[in-house]
């Protein structure tokens, strides 16, 4: 098969493209690299079944001839980068989808959009079902990204709905893994960079909210069953094992061998979920999905991973 994927030199795009390339097919990776890195884009340079194109994806994109699959993983998707990149995020969320849409369109292929749990914003549904239309603050300083994504779905099921496209969505949780960035302000590679430094965890608020954390390879055997075997409605890919941050760094120090105590910086930004936990009976009916790596099993190879990053 032929697949694009939009952000493929991101996080979880990068790893993505590893397993198609995998598989056996033609990978074309599109990425303006405003938060993807470069390393990530040239590491499958020497196979002739890869290309790179670095391009903005709110401006037409400059691919031709049939695929199977656009994968659309575009989006500045840590809270550091959101807050310093609101309009870009909002941009990337509309003028971007609605680009991949007409990507899809144009190809033949299959559109697997990326959304994410931050569309049911700091939930008042505990654990967060596709049902849950969310609790989300549209004005608030996290609006950029959630809103963008909850436009985004709209888009993306109103053009399926106009041209019949084949859509798939996934409301992607917490995720983590070699590649992510050590200064991207989510919890995982601050905490490993923390503890590789024997430095004291820091937190916003009293550590006592809840996230779950899924392994990037699960997220990624998620995404391309979605493909497979998706019905075009959001589907929950995240691993439903739900813990407090304090119990994030207690697991963190004992992959690590060491680190601090949890200590709180400053109370909880507005509009911070309190807690968080997908709901993945549909996701386990339909695609036949669940996560298998355990966090321990995860933090093995990312602790290793930042290690070699910072040189410790």
């Known amino acids: 098969m032929r697949s694009i994927v939009l952000g493929g030199a991101g996080f979880i795009g990068s790893h993505l493209v590893d397993r198609l390339l995998a598989r056996g097919d033609e990978v074309v990776a599109v990425d ?19 290309e790179f194109l670095q391009h903005d994806i709110c401006r037409s994109i400059p691919v031709d001839g049939r695929a199977e699959a656009v994968f659309n993983l575009a989006s500045p998707a840590s809270p550091i980068d959101y807050a310093k990149l609101p309009l870009e995020t909002l941009d990337v969320g509309s003028m971007g989808t609605r680009q ?3 990507l899809a369109r144009k190809t033949g292929a299959t559109l697997i959009h990326a959304s994410t749990s931050e569309v049911y914003g700091d939930p008042l549904e505990h654990p967060q079902r596709e049902e849950y239309f969310g609790n989300v603050n549209p004005i608030g300083p996290r609006s ?5 994504k909850r436009f985004a779905e709209a888009l993306v099921t109103s053009y ?22 050590a200064d991207d302000g989510r919890v995982v590679p601050a905490f490993v960079t923390q503890a590789l430094r024997g430095e004291d965890f820091t937190v916003f608020g009293d550590g006592t909210q809840t996230r779950s954390f899924c392994y990037v390879d699960d997220l990624v055997s998620g995404l391309m069953a979605l493909q497979n075997k998706g019905d075009g409605l959001p589907v929950n890919l995240g691993n439903p094992r739900e813990m407090t941050l304090i ?31 997908p709901d993945i009976t549909r996701a386990r009916t339909l695609l036949g999905w669940e996560p298998k790596v355990t966090l321990e099993e995860g933090l093995a190879p990312t602790v ?3 290690r070699r990053e910072l040189g410790l």
Request: hydrophobic share 30%; glycine share 10%.
């Open 32 to 50: 303006s690299l405003l938060t993807g890195r470069r390393d990530n884009a040239d590491r499958n340079g020497g196979n002739p079944r890869y």
């Open 100 to 102: 991949a849409l007409d």
């Open 144 to 148: 950029c990204y959630d809103e963008a």
């Open 160 to 181: 399926a709905r106009v041209h019949r496209l084949p859509v798939r969505i996934a409301r992607i949780f917490n995720t983590y893994g070699p590649r992510m960035r």
């Open 247 to 277: 119990e994030l760094a207690d697991a963190v120090r004992g992959v690590v061998g060491k680190g601090g105590r949890v200590r709180s910086v400053r109370p909880l930004p507005e509009n911070d979920p309190r807690q968080r936990r």
């Open 304 to 306: 290793a991973y930042f």
